[in-house]
């Protein structure tokens, strides 16, 4: 299963919610399950895969890429 990056775009902590940001592509949504039970912060690399539910697509086995600070 191909792996994608994106910067998180949105997200709301009270319903775990938010979208990603593609490069290119459409935004694809993220949820707590997604995000392994991992909140996530607008500005965030992540890497993840996709997967398609009944509502749409949406991120999953979705992974914090470390900054490194220079």
Do not use: N
């Not at 039970?37 to 965030?44: K, S, T």
């Amino acid at each position: 299963m191909k792996v994608f990056r994106g910067t998180v775009k949105s997200y709301d902590r009270k319903t775990g919610k938010g979208w990603i940001a593609l490069e290119g592509e459409d935004d694809v949504q993220v949820d707590l399950l997604g995000s392994r039970c991992i909140w996530l912060a607008v500005g965030q690399q992540v890497e993840f895969r996709m997967i398609h539910r009944p509502e749409g697509v949406y991120a999953f086995d979705t992974k914090v890429i470390p900054q490194v600070l220079e």
